[in-house]
């Protein structure tokens, strides 16, 4: 495949996917920081219901999951058809239980607990979004369905953002750090929404994993730490949310 057409590529599963997710949060920042109450005042609901009936809003989130899955999906279908042996390059498949595993929570350590100090931080200095979690109190299966939009989180960020375009700049001829950057650009600008402590915080996140991968050669380690990451925030952040009122409404 020649360069152009890698370009080209690159630029269709980006646009069907975290690239226009990065568009349209940067657009979101934009808002908020022309608000009247600013960034500090603004408050931003992590997977709010898409229904008030209890069908729909069930269908609607099991359909969101599996239609976010698909331009994952698609980066590997790409990757597989130029190499039968694409998935093992990239470390998705087969599973190494114990590597993956351990470097996973590893790096969700490294990655989370600094990342919760930048957000108190950004909070008290009014440069980042309040996080509203989703109540876990309003149907039975909210809380299995966090986690599999944590899954989908996982799956579809470190497929597409690491997996994919490092193996596509590698094609291209881009430098390792030129990888690193564009791809922890891109992962802060659709983390952008949540203000200056998302940016920041998922840049770093981005330059860390692309580091760990290049290392391991394996993506799976990084899904295993990204979905370690969304399920305390999306499930254990929820649970404890009322707990957290002591602070003020700082988190």
Known sequence: MTKKFLRIEIVLVLAASLGTSAIFSLLRLAQLMLAPEGIGGSKTELNPSLASAEFFAFS???????????PAAIALYLLRRENDKAFGKVGIWPINWRFDLSRGLALAAIIGIPGLALYAVARLTNLASKIVPAELDGYWWMAGMLLLSALRAALQEEVIMVAYLYKRFEQLWLSFRSQQLISASI??????????????????MGLVFGYAYRRWGRVLPLIVAHFILDAVSFVGYALIAKQLAIFGGLF
């Open 187 to 204: 992962r802060a600008c659709y983390h952008a929404y949540q203000g200056f402590a998302g940016i920041v915080g998922n840049f770093v």
């Open 60 to 70: 609607f989130e099991l359909v969101g999951i599996a239609y976010s899955l698909a």
